[in-house]
């Protein structure tokens, strides 16, 4: 059975960096995860075991979303795409494993249905559904994943042409959605004034990476709109 997980609320910041970044330290992201959780966040979303462990060994109190991008061949989900990333997420101390709940083909043709129904049964760990739509979203959860999010609108093959946020899912997402499952909104958010609107719409919490920890790509927007 699942461990009891608490309801997410408020600010969840998203503690990554990028390949080849300084900031990309395991001791660098625990720093920065712990200022957010200081200063109010409720929850951090990490990359990797390797961080992952770092945040929880410095902050062992804290909710923390976990994940981990691969990539493989004939497939273009990287979200946590299969069983053996989403085992290492969890026994590197997540409290919740966020996967790509999208209808795209998965690394060996793995079903969805069959991961989720595995990591239920034999880790009783609860899921984040990373999702890019209404249609999605509602399978993930009737699949049984505890959380969806709108992390991939806008970034999938059949959303490309969409802008996150995802302000016309967030509605619709949370009239249709078991009132158990909790909704996060996550995507382009890039304003305390965007996070409140996310609340407002009916997300349960609004994820923030880019614009808070996002240091690297923050820094290359303002040299390049400066000259």
């Known amino acids: 059975m699942p461990l009891e997980l608490p309801s997410p609320s408020g600010l969840i910041v998203s503690v990554q960096a990028p390949e080849g970044s300084p900031m990309r330290d395991p001791e660098v992201i625990a720093a920065m995860a712990e200022a957010s959780l200081r200063n109010g966040a409720t929850g951090v979303r990490l990359e990797s075991p390797e961080h992952i462990g ?17 990539t493989f061949p004939g497939s273009s989900v990287y979200i946590t795409p299969r069983w053996e990333e989403v085992r290492a997420v969890w026994g590197a101390g997540a409290d919740v494993v966020a996967i790509d709940a999208t209808e795209r083909a998965r690394p060996g043709n793995e079903e969805l249905a069959s991961l989720v129904r595995r990591v239920r049964e034999e880790l009783g760990a609860p899921l984040m559904a990373d999702v890019d739509s209404l249609a999605n979203g509602l399978r993930a959860a009737e699949l049984g994943c505890a959380w969806v999010g709108t992390t991939l609108y806008g970034y999938t093959e059949a959303t490309a042409g969409q802008k996150p946020p995802a302000w016309d ?44 920890t996002g240091v690297d790509l923050q820094v290359a927007a303002y040299v390049k709109a400066l000259g």
Not at 177 to 191: D, K, W
């Open 54 to 70: 770092a945040v929880r060994r410095r902050c062992p109190e804290a909710l923390i979303i976990g994940l981990w991008k691969r």
């Open 169 to 212: 899912v967030l509605g619709p997402l949370r009239e249709q959605l078991p009132a158990a499952t909790a909704l996060i909104c996550e995507g382009g958010i890039a304003s305390a004034e965007q996070a409140r609107r996310a609340l407002d719409l009916g997300a349960d919490a609004a994820v923030v990476g880019t614009a808070i």
